[in-house]
């Protein structure tokens, strides 16, 4: 495993294991199918999740799909676990690995420690952390986030070094659809407020988007589809920082809070329950 330790994902590994034999998926059939499940029950999203179930019942049945669900509900709630243990961009590490990542887009992500110290270094200055208000964040973007560990190494760093409240919103946007939804699924359980852009950041003509609201708690529905925020460039007597060279104009008013880092309460038997209940015992999406 590139750039961390297998300790930290040989639980979430194990459990995708069971539905690649289960299956007879490849790995990065399994990583993509486990990707679209968590990212549609952070939306309550019933339709998409009961599609998804629908296929496994028409190409394995119902007890293996039941079983295939309740062990991508174990890989997450052992995903959340080991994201408490770590600072590491853990989905960005298993991508590279078991998800078949393109080289045609050129998809090399930054090592965790780099992604850190680059991090550090999209951050604005002192002043302008101080002077931001929930009306008036400041905005971290990355137009080609992978899975957004550069975003999110921004926020663990703009949380250590901010010395008064703040408020930010962390905008990725990614061509690969993939990768988007790992950035979404990353924004939720590190805290950040944002938002996860699907499309080519050379052409202003977005595909799709959503709002990360961590506020609202895990299975409160955290990620919600919205316009794209569209955003105004700030002139160079405004900012010193290329990095704070935008700032959103539609829908980063309606982050919530000061602090971007909001603590995630993990508990993981009543994650796991409420995921694998998103199915009843016969592989139906519960409405």
């Given at each position: 495993?590139?750039?961390?330790?297998?300790?930290?994902?040989?639980?979430?590994?194990?459990?995708?294991?069971?539905?690649?034999?289960?299956?007879?998926?490849?790995?990065?059939?399994?990583?993509?199918?486990?990707?679209?499940?968590?990212?549609?029950?952070?939306?309550?999203d019933d339709d998409s999740h009961g599609k998804m179930a629908n296929r496994y019942k028409s190409d394995f049945g119902k007890e293996t799909t039941q079983t295939a669900f309740e062990d991508y509900a174990e890989a997450f709630a052992s995903l959340l676990a080991v994201m408490e243990q770590t600072d590491a961009d853990v989905l960005g590490c298993l991508f590279q690995e078991y998800g078949a990542p393109s080289e045609e887009n050129g998809q090399h992500f930054t090592p965790p420690h780099v992604a850190r110290l680059l991090g550090?270094?999209?951050?604005?200055?002192?002043?302008?952390?101080?002077?931001?208000?929930?009306?008036?964040?400041?905005?971290?973007?990355?137009?080609?986030?992978?899975?957004?560990?550069?975003?999110?190494?921004?926020?663990?760093?703009?949380?250590?070094?901010?010395?008064?409240?703040?408020?930010?919103?962390?905008?990725?946007?990614?061509?690969?659809?993939?990768?988007?939804?790992?950035?979404?699924?990353?924004?939720?359980?590190?805290?950040?407020?944002?938002?996860?852009?699907?499309?080519?950041?050379?052409?202003?003509?977005?595909?799709?988007?959503?709002?990360?609201?961590?506020?609202?708690?895990?299975?409160?529905?955290?990620?919600?589809?919205?316009?794209?925020?569209?955003?105004?460039?700030?002139?160079?007597?405004?900012?010193?920082?290329?990095?704070?060279?935008?700032?959103?104009?539609?829908?980063?008013?309606?982050?919530?809070?000061?602090?971007?880092?909001?603590?995630?309460?993990?508990?993981?038997?009543?994650?796991?329950?409420?995921?694998?209940?998103?199915?009843?015992?016969?592989?139906?999406?519960?409405?």
């Open positions: 495993m590139p750039y961390l330790d297998d300790t930290y994902t040989k639980p979430v590994l194990d459990s995708l294991s069971d539905v690649h034999q289960q299956t007879g998926h490849g790995w990065s059939r399994v990583f993509r199918d486990w990707i679209d499940i968590v990212f549609a029950s952070l939306q309550r550090g270094m999209m951050l604005p200055t002192d002043e302008q952390i101080e002077s931001t208000t929930p009306d008036d964040p400041i905005t971290i973007r990355d137009p080609t986030c992978g899975s957004g560990g550069l975003l999110v190494g921004a926020g663990q760093q703009l949380e250590e070094c901010a010395e008064s409240p703040y408020a930010a919103v962390f905008v990725g946007q990614d061509i690969d659809i993939r990768c988007v939804k790992m950035t979404a699924i990353n924004f939720v359980v590190r805290g950040l407020p944002g938002f996860a852009i699907h499309g080519d950041s050379l052409k202003a003509d977005p595909i799709a988007a959503w709002e990360i609201m961590p506020t609202k708690g895990m299975m409160g529905a955290p990620i919600q589809e919205c316009e794209p925020p569209q955003f105004t460039p700030v002139s160079d007597d405004e900012t010193t920082d290329s990095s704070a060279s935008a700032t959103a104009t539609d829908g980063a008013d309606k982050v919530e809070g000061q602090n971007a880092q909001v603590d995630v309460d993990v508990e993981l038997d009543t994650q796991q329950a409420e995921f694998a209940a998103f199915t009843d015992s016969d592989g139906d999406v519960n409405q």
